[in-house]
């Protein structure tokens, strides 16, 4: 019996471990915690995190696997059907181990977005082509902004485009990049029906101290992204049955009140408040 609570004792750290390196994107870590817990007994939830793991790699064939796996000690697990479509739907498209005609993908940890009101955003981007590119999209993929007279399209790090700002946050980010403002942004979810972005503010030109990056909600018709939690692995691992089609104004502006919705309060004591950002 303490045999096997040992064994359990190392599981459930190994676990804790692993949800922790994914909650950082580092996947590639997260991967090889999930292969040490199978070699304490097969799970169909540790194949599950396994195969999330590697698709946030790139590496599509070895991901396809694992959930395999998981069908074959689980046959009805909706994790694993919905992600063995879209990795079906990849590999299709020639996208293998290695990520094959893609630039390596550079990460940005989810958790340097937690600021103070107005310098950060979560909003889902409209005119989002059905491309190879899209599909491949992970969460924590640093993207880039390429601006156009009032819009602001957003690119990945072929040059890609993966879709373009609301109108209205477009326009203002526009006129605040032309005037010398910074900003990161990486995808918080990527669903075939839709990508969100977070945005944040990393440098405010002196010409623009006056002018607050995201003052509110732009429009109507926002809606809050309830249980987005980062610091959660099972949530990383999830995907909603249904999500309806985005509206042109559907742009969160996390403020301090909303940061608790979102699940961000809890690890923002664990961060400085603006470390390694330009000011």
Do not use: C
Not at 81 to 101: E, M, P, T, V, Y
């Amino acid at each position: 019996m303490a045999k096997q609570d040992e064994k359990q004792r190392i599981r459930r750290r190994l676990q804790e471990k692993a949800i922790e390196l994914a909650a950082m994107n580092r996947w590639d870590e997260a991967a090889e915690i999930n292969r040490q817990i199978l070699q304490l007994g097969e799970d169909p939830d540790i194949y599950n995190r396994l195969g999330k793991a590697l698709m946030e790699q790139g590496l599509y064939t070895e991901s396809h696997d694992a959930y395999q796996h998981t069908l074959r000690l689980n046959p009805t697990n909706t994790i694993a059907r919905k992600n063995l479509a879209r990795l079906d739907a990849l590999i299709a498209r020639g996208f293998g181990s290695g990520q094959a005609n893609r630039k390596p993908r550079q990460q940005v940890d989810l958790r340097m977005f937690i600021t103070e009101t107005g310098r950060t955003a979560i909003t889902a981007l409209i005119d989002v082509p059905r491309t190879a590119a899209v599909d491949a999209l992970v969460t924590g993929e640093k993207m880039d902004f390429r601006v156009e007279g009032k819009t602001v399209y957003v690119i990945d790090a072929d040059g890609t485009t993966v879709g373009r700002l609301e109108p209205k946050l477009g326009q203002r980010l526009a006129e605040l990049i032309n005037g010398g403002n910074r900003y990161l942004a990486a995808i918080a979810q990527s669903d075939p029906r839709l990508v969100r972005l977070l945005i944040r503010e990393t440098y405010q030109d002196p010409s623009q101290r006056n002018r607050i990056s995201f003052p509110g909600k732009l429009g109507e018709g926002a809606a809050y992204v309830s249980g987005l939690r980062y610091e959660e692995y099972e949530d990383l691992l999830d995907e909603p049955d249904e999500i309806d089609e985005p509206d042109a104004d559907l742009t969160d502006y996390i403020t301090g009140d909303e940061e608790e919705e979102l699940g961000l309060d809890e690890i923002e004591q664990d961060m400085g408040d603006d470390d390694g950002m330009e000011e």
